[in-house]
């Protein structure tokens, strides 16, 4: 037999053995990648979201009604934070314009302040059709993820304080 040509046996049956495998292996890993992707997305969403809202917060716990009407600059305030997710449909649905849900309820004169943040999201394929089979999509097809955030205008001990939650009387009780 000449050297330079193999001979017909075992090893030549194996050699295409780690194409085939490859074959099947590559599309596996890009699934499985797919639906790590997804939970990686909705949980960044939810993070600005949540930190957005804090924020948000406590500025509405130093919204005083002496400097004005502030809701239009809270609102400004937290969808600036917001800027942080990208207007791409699988992070947030634009609409063509903004379209944060953003509520806010309560100022300083408040026991407590919130701001709730809701956005719609498009879930990526694949992942769009076990979504909506299992009912977790609106009529749209998109997935609606909200945060809320709550904290008291005050820290506990201001509200055992004798001048109770008036700043004026505040002063007055220290000068006495």
Not at 30 to 35: K, M, N, Q, R
Not at 53 to 74: F, H, N, Q
């Amino acid at each position: 037999m000449p050297q330079g040509i193999p001979a017909l046996g075992v090893g030549s049956r194996e050699r295409g053995q780690a194409t085939v495998e490859a074959a099947a292996l590559v599309p596996v890993l890009f699934v499985a990648l797919l639906l790590l992707l997804q939970p990686g997305i909705l949980l960044y969403d939810r993070m600005v979201m949540q930190g957005a809202a804090a924020e948000g917060c406590r500025l509405l716990a130093t919204k005083t009604g002496a400097l004005g009407d502030m809701d239009g600059s809270c609102e400004a305030f937290v969808r600036h934070r917001l800027g942080a997710v990208p207007p791409h449909d699988c992070f947030h649905v634009h609409r063509g314009g903004c379209s944060w849900d953003v509520e806010l309820a309560g100022d300083e004169g408040s026991q407590t302040v919130s701001v709730t943040v809701g956005n719609d999201v498009r879930p990526l394929p694949l992942l769009d059709a076990g979504a909506a089979l299992l009912g977790m999509t609106d009529a749209a097809g998109n997935l609606h993820l909200e945060a809320t955030a709550s904290m008291p205008t005050q820290p506990a001990w201001v509200d055992g304080a004798e001048a109770g939650r008036d700043p004026a009387g505040w002063i007055g009780a220290w000068l006495r």
